[in-house]
């Protein structure tokens, strides 16, 4: 079974960076389109970005577009989301997930089966 570990979050002020690291293991992840979460105190999980299975589609939340970049390196099994200029409405604690893909290079914010433990990023001076 697919399992997913996120690492890189932590304290950082706003205007700062961050990369979150996404790994998996017990399956590759050639197949599966990554999608990166978060939730806040008292609010819903939203989806933040998702990168397809072959890279070739990504998309972002308005909130983050120009701010957030998806990358995927298959060869080594792991997803990133490289977090620039973060706000403190950034703030919550983040989780990958992988939905499987047979044939669709594509992605959304919906449909996803296997989830990580999340990583806490605070944004605050």
Known sequence: QLQLVESGGGLVQPGGSLRLSCAASGSTLNYYAIGWFRQAPG????GVSC???RG????YADSVKGRFTISRDNN???VF???????PEDTAVYYCAADFKIDQDMCGFSGYDYWGQ???????S
């Open 56 to 59: 070739g589609s990504t998309k």
């Open 81 to 87: 989301l490289q977090m620039n200029s973060l706000k």
């Open 118 to 124: 999340g990583t806490q990023v605070t944004v605050s």
């Open 76 to 78: 080594k099994n792991t």
């Open 43 to 46: 609010k819903e999980r939203e």
């Open 51 to 53: 990168i397809s299975r």
